[in-house]
């Protein structure tokens, strides 16, 4: 019920959206990447590169981790249109329970909108799908012409997706805790473990030169020395006749 | 005995005058032959765009009705050397005399340009992408000049595959790579995907800085030179 009253909002502005979506030449493209670092409070350590390659609606992504927890490894990018678009910090564990869930981070960076599976679907209904992702301490792989929304595509060109990587293992009383995305499975399996928020490359080249070695510049320090050389050696017979004197 | 004293002063005066004139006359002399001779710094070939661009056209129109989408193919699995992030803190070139040499961070300027080393003695990390020897491309740029002179990447334009350098990082470790190519693009095109884009599935290294002809109207150099280097 409290997600249908989410929606509701959405339902009453897609159709008013619907006839821009044709007009709009909004094509997204670029390269983006996320630097995936632990979640606080979940105990993760371990970094990872998240990159994905936007094209239309089509993305290519390509996902590194490594120092998890041994276990399986559920990778999202989340966005919201309402969420900060960042990662969550310690601050945000809403029912104190000393660690931040998939849902506490919700503010932060909105609902799954993209499952980074290795097989199959790729939506957000995969996103629990365990068996799909990659499970164990470390993993690279890297997936190509996965459909997504244009909504999406353009937010990750903005810098709105976050790649959130889920996975964690709790040692204390902590590892009873149930998953708040499902009560059959437990936390440490859905908790987040890395997070990273998507960026754009930088735009075009870089402007690393001044032109002092492509300009005149030499001549200009040649006929300098050359002209104080020239006084000092015509200095020389001045010196030569006081010392004689 | 007084004049005489007050003759030896003046010669010495002038003698060290002369000394002065010359030392300063031979220094200045030395700068100059180097920056005449240093001349613009060495820049491979321009690299032609490739055939196939990376961006396809945009649509015209929107479809009707979107078919369900195929699930795409299957992930491949990488299996590559790749080091954890770790913030790299010096480069050593040693085909481009570049030992040791302290790292700054990067980011991006306001624009979203890349924001480049303020120190022309000094080469800075995109802090904002991989670490060197972390999965993906790493970036370091550097300047090629400055107002006065060569600048650090100076050498970068004559850098061949094969050369080896190191980046030291925080954590103690050494990422050790080889080049593979350096490649010189108009920055009107530079080819972002390659050089920022994961398209090796490897952990790389990318030095970028400036080459071509130098546009004294805008004060830049109009091309990018961009050497690619994987880790060992």
């Known amino acids: 019920m409290r997600r249908l009253t989410k929606l509701a909002p959405l339902a009453l502005a897609l159709p008013l959206a619907l006839p821009f979506i044709g007009v709009s030449s909004a094509w997204a493209a670029g390269s983006t990447n996320a630097n995936l670092t632990p979640v606080p409070l979940n105990g993760s350590a371990g970094s990872g590169t998240a990159m994905v390659q936007v094209d239309g609606t089509t993305i290519d992504f390509t996902l590194e981790a490594s120092g998890l927890a041994d276990g399986p490894h559920a990778a999202h990018i989340h966005f919201g249109a309402d969420a900060r678009h960042e990662c969550p910090t310690a601050s945000e564990d809403a029912d104190s329970d000393n660690r931040i869930s998939t849902s506490d981070g919700a503010p932060a960076y909105g609902p799954i909108v993209v499952s980074l599976t290795q097989t199959g679907d790729t939506s957000d209904a995969s996103g629990l799908a365990v068996e799909r992702f990659a499970s164990g301490t470390s993993f690279q792989y890297m997936r190509g012409d996965v459909t997504v929304d244009p909504a999406v595509a353009a937010a990750v060109t903005e810098g709105q997706g976050v790649v959130v990587v889920h996975g964690v293992a709790y040692e204390d009383e902590r590892k009873d805790a149930m998953s708040d995305l499902d009560p059959a499975l437990p936390a440490s399996a859905t908790d987040p473990a890395l997070c990273g928020i998507l960026s754009a490359a930088p735009a075009g080249g870089a402007d690393t030169g001044a032109g002092g070695a492509a300009g005149q510049q030499g001549t200009v320090m040649l006929a300098l020395g050359g002209a104080a050389l020239i006084a000092a050696a015509g200095s020389a017979p001045l010196i030569a006749r006081r010392v004689r004197g | ?232």
């Open chain 2, 1 to 232: 005995m007084d004049s005489d004293r007050r003759g030896r002063r003046g010669n010495l005066a002038v003698v060290a005058a002369a000394v002065v004139l010359a030392v300063f006359g031979v220094s200045a002399v030395a700068v100059g032959l180097q920056q005449a001779t240093a001349g613009p710094p060495p820049a491979p070939p321009l690299t032609a765009p490739s055939a196939t661009p990376t961006v396809s056209p945009a649509p015209t129109a929107a479809p009707d009705v979107v078919p369900a989408p195929e699930p795409p193919a299957a992930a491949q699995d990488l299996a590559t050397k790749t080091m954890p992030r770790s913030r790299p803190v010096a480069l050593t070139i040693p085909a481009m005399g570049i030992v040791d040499s302290s790292l700054v961070d990067l980011g991006k300027e306001s624009d979203g340009t890349l924001e480049v080393p303020t120190d022309y003695g000094q080469a800075g990390w995109f802090a904002p992408g991989p670490a060197p020897g972390q999965f993906g491309p790493a970036v370091i740029a550097g300047h090629v000049d400055s107002k006065a002179g060569p600048a650090i990447f100076y050498r970068l334009g004559e850098l061949q595959p094969g050369a080896t350098l190191s980046v030291t990082r925080e954590d103690g470790s050494t990422a050790e790579f080889v080049v593979d190519k350096v490649e010189r693009y108009p920055k009107d095109a530079f080819p972002t995907a390659a050089v920022y884009g994961d398209t090796t599935q490897r952990s790389e290294l990318r030095l970028i800085t400036c080459g071509g002809e130098f546009d004294s109207s805008t004060g830049h150099y109009v091309d990018n030179v961009v050497a690619y280097a994987h880790l060992l």
